[in-house]
């Protein structure tokens, strides 16, 4: 089996994404292996590794939209936007009704400008937002535009017992996009605070189907280089001779009605040779895979 590919994770929760990579590595015996795209410890679902070859593509693998399902609670605020920071502030949810809910909620869909928890993967002068805070320093990281292109409410419990809403979200957006800030920003702006106490990825980009890391380890699997760039990107298939010089790193002439914009290109025997980038009638090379 070669060792150039993409392997779709079912992350479960506990570990880091990290640690996924370390365990990729073991299962398929090999130290070139990376991730696109954190999931928090908390966080299960679909984690996307690059093995080998493919890890060159994990950087545009990265800016793909993503699909998640979550649980939001309001009532309760915690310093770090989920289940497993400590409270900093609760309040009563007996006046919030679905209504006023589905009021809030509406008004985070689309393109909307959201502030990472101090706690996330972003580095701060070289160094990781949640490291700085483990040490005791104060992190408050600057605002992004993201989009939410969908925001759908799948349902909403009312915890008389804690005095709580628990409501049940599933959220297409944009690469960047911090669910537990989505989770904070409805609860503050609810006036009552709010945390993520559940989050799964269902999709990264194309991508939807994945295996448990048990399933791996007995039956170790890949999308292959060529596989994976057919599922990731649009693709574009050269001639025999253009094929070859942009194996080289040549741009050569794009096919018409070529794909604008980032592209698989293939060789005639339906091999991938690079990643492109198709611009007034030209493919530009953006990663170059050698035979």
Known sequence: M??????????????????????????FNTRKVGHAGTLDPMATGMLVIGVGRATRLLGHLTLSDKEYVGTIRLGIATDT??????????????????????EVVRSFRGHISQRPSSVSAIKVD????????????????????????????????????VDCVDVSVRVVCSAGTYIRALARDIGKQLGVGGHLTSLRRTRSGLFTTMSPLDALRETPKMLDLDEAMRMAFPCITLEVDDAIRARHGVRVPAPVDSHSGIVGVFNPDGHVVSLGRVENGEVFPVVVFAE
């Open 81 to 102: 936007d989920d289940a497993q920071g400590h409270v900093t502030s609760t309040a009563t949810c007996g006046s919030i009704t679905d209504e006023k809910i589905l």
């Open 2 to 27: 070669t060792l150039d590919g993409i392997v779709l994770v079912d992350k479960p929760e506990g570990p880091t994404s990290h640690d996924v990579v370390a365990m990729v590595r073991k299962i």
């Open 126 to 161: 070289g160094k990781r937002a949640y490291a700085r805070v483990r040490q005791g320093e104060e992190v408050e990281l600057k605002p992004r535009d993201v989009t939410v292109h969908d925001l759908e409410i799948l349902s909403i419990v009312h915890l008389a017992q």
